[in-house]
């Protein structure tokens, strides 16, 4: 064609080959009736690889690293690594295996023994400790990654339902008497029960995290609230756990059963001017520092709650942090520290109803003569025991 009708030439593209007669075809059609035949079969040439975990011989060097006499590695160390001591740890063992199935050690069908009760004990407190997946103690106690996620589910399940109710109990009429002797000798404060905060977890697998439900500006991840109150010992007699992190804390104050106006929470001063309330709120904030070192314990020694947590059910999030809660203040009476460590139940009384109480709780006129009588006791008070360093808690490093 000449250059003068270049501009208007069409130029078509190659023919392609024809595939429906060819080889390429034929592959396709057959790997597709093969793919169909599969499906309608519901079986697989391809099986799932089996790993032979030789369970045996990790209970024996799991015994003999820990529970034989002597161990290879003593008290300090099984301290280190479990959280707690030996006696406190077997006692638990011993009260799961009489009571759960699960944890009792069975034979399969090839008359092999299952998992010991030790090391189904042992991969549940590994995961709480360390909060590592549960798939990095395949090598060391030869346990699937399924099942040591079991065992920790069961685990929590278990030491709520045998140990929750003494535990994690609301205080009696002995415990409070304890509790206002032991607070008045150290802080100076008549009538206190305990100190209550917030604190948030973070949560790896949080299904509405696009949706920024759980989450705050200060926290870039989706985070879970926990509420709670404790005494100096760092025995926690509340928690509350559950509201989204993207709640502050009055939000979760209002969700909790702990009401935020009733005249018994003594607030703080939000800007002290007179020294009578300066010293106020300095003794104020010398008590609050209990629950701060219940946080860092509690997380310090659960590693679990302090990193992301990796489940996608909340409510077996909420076993997680009901159990490290337990733990920690079974852990608490097992080292002889808890204020209140008998629990003396009340005797059963007949309830009274008074509609007068109910009023004067949320009256806020009550809750400001209350704190004005709680500055003018303070200031006749000698400070120089907060500066004592005598007189200052147990490093939280010493208590994990």
Same mark, same amino acid.
């Given at each position: 064609?000449?250059?003068?009708?270049?501009?208007?030439?069409?130029?078509?593209?190659?023919?392609?080959?024809?595939?429906?007669?060819?080889?390429?075809?034929?592959?396709?059609?057959?790997?597709?009736?093969?793919?169909?035949?599969?499906?309608?079969?519901?079986?697989?040439?391809?099986?799932?690889?089996?790993?032979?975990?030789?369970?045996?011989?990790?209970?024996?060097?799991?015994?003999?690293?820990?529970?034989?006499?002597?161990?290879?590695? *003593?008290?300090?160390?099984?301290?280190?690594?479990?959280?707690?001591?030996?006696?406190?740890?077997?006692?638990?063992?011993?009260?799961?295996?009489?009571?759960?199935?699960?944890?009792?050690?069975?034979?399969?069908?090839?008359?092999?023994?299952?998992?010991?009760?030790?090391?189904?004990?042992?991969?549940?407190?590994?995961?709480?400790?360390?909060?590592?997946?549960?798939?990095?103690?395949?090598?060391?106690?030869?346990?699937?990654?399924?099942?040591?996620?079991?065992?920790?589910?069961?685990?929590?399940?278990?030491?709520?339902?045998?140990?929750?109710?003494?535990?994690?109990?609301?205080?009696?009429?002995?415990?409070?008497?304890?509790?206002?002797?032991?607070?008045?000798?150290?802080?100076?404060?008549?009538?206190?029960?305990?100190?209550?905060?917030?604190?948030?977890?973070?949560?790896?697998?949080?299904?509405?995290?696009?949706?920024?439900?759980?989450?705050?500006?200060?926290?870039?991840?989706?985070?879970?609230?926990?509420?709670?109150?404790?005494?100096?010992?760092?025995?926690?007699?509340?928690?509350?756990?559950?509201?989204? *992190?993207?709640?502050?804390?009055?939000? &979760?104050?209002?969700?909790?059963?702990?009401?935020?106006?009733?005249?018994?929470?003594?607030?703080?001063?939000?800007?002290?001017?007179?020294?009578?309330?300066?010293?106020?709120?300095? &003794?104020?904030?010398?008590?609050?520092?209990?629950?701060?070192?219940?946080?860092? &314990?509690?997380?310090?020694?659960?590693?679990?709650?302090?990193?992301?947590?990796?489940?996608?059910?909340?409510?077996?999030?909420?076993? &997680?942090?009901?159990?490290?809660?337990?733990?920690?203040?079974?852990?608490?009476?097992?080292?002889?520290?808890?204020?209140?460590?008998?629990?003396?139940?009340?005797?059963?009384?007949?309830?009274?109803?008074?509609?007068?109480?109910?009023?004067?709780?949320?009256?806020?006129?009550?809750?400001?003569?209350?704190?004005?009588?709680?500055?003018?006791?303070?200031?006749?008070?000698?400070?120089?025991?907060?500066?004592?360093?005598?007189?200052?808690?147990?490093?939280?490093?010493?208590?994990?």
């Amino acid at each position: 064609m000449s250059t003068s009708s270049s501009s208007n030439e069409i130029i078509l593209p190659p023919m392609l080959p024809d595939l429906s007669t060819g080889s390429s075809f034929l592959f396709f059609k057959d790997a597709l009736a093969a793919v169909e035949e599969l499906e309608d079969s519901g079986s697989s040439n391809d099986t799932r690889a089996y790993i032979e975990r030789h369970r045996e011989e990790a209970h024996e060097k799991l015994m003999r690293d820990y529970f034989a006499k002597p161990p290879k590695f *003593g008290e300090r160390f099984f301290r280190h690594r479990y959280r707690m001591s030996k006696r406190l740890f077997l006692k638990i063992v011993g009260d799961i295996e009489a009571q759960y199935l699960y944890f009792q050690q069975h034979t399969d069908s090839r008359n092999r023994q299952g998992f010991s009760l030790i090391q189904k004990c042992t991969s549940a407190i590994k995961q709480l400790s360390t909060g590592e997946p549960s798939e990095n103690f395949d090598e060391y106690l030869c346990m699937a990654d399924r099942t040591s996620r079991e065992c920790l589910i069961n685990f929590c399940d278990a030491v709520i339902n045998i140990y929750g109710r003494e535990f994690l109990r609301r205080p009696t009429s002995h415990d409070i008497a304890m509790i206002q002797q032991a607070h008045e000798a150290r802080h100076h404060l008549p009538g206190m029960l305990g100190s209550l905060d917030c604190t948030h977890v973070e949560w790896r697998y949080c299904l509405r995290s696009l949706k920024r439900q759980y989450t705050r500006g200060d926290h870039k991840v989706p985070t879970i609230i926990i509420e709670a109150v404790a005494s100096q010992d760092l025995w926690i007699w509340h928690s509350f756990f559950g509201p989204p *992190g993207s709640n502050n804390d009055i939000n &979760v104050l209002n969700q909790s059963p702990c009401m935020t106006r009733w005249f018994t929470f003594v607030k703080a001063y939000p800007h002290p001017v007179d020294p009578k309330e300066k010293k106020f709120k300095r &003794v104020q904030e010398a008590a609050r520092k209990d629950i701060e070192r219940v946080f860092g &314990v509690l997380k310090g020694k659960w590693k679990i709650l302090e990193r992301r947590i990796r489940f996608y059910d909340l409510d077996k999030i909420g076993k &997680v942090v009901e159990a490290c809660c337990i733990l920690h203040n079974m852990i608490i009476k097992d080292d002889g520290r808890a204020i209140s460590p008998v629990h003396i139940m009340d005797q059963p009384t007949p309830i009274v109803y008074d509609p007068s109480v109910l009023p004067e709780l949320h009256d806020e006129n009550v809750h400001h003569r209350l704190r004005y009588d709680f500055t003018e006791h303070v200031s006749g008070l000698d400070l120089a025991y907060l500066d004592d360093p005598t007189f200052q808690p147990t490093p939280i490093e010493d208590l994990i």
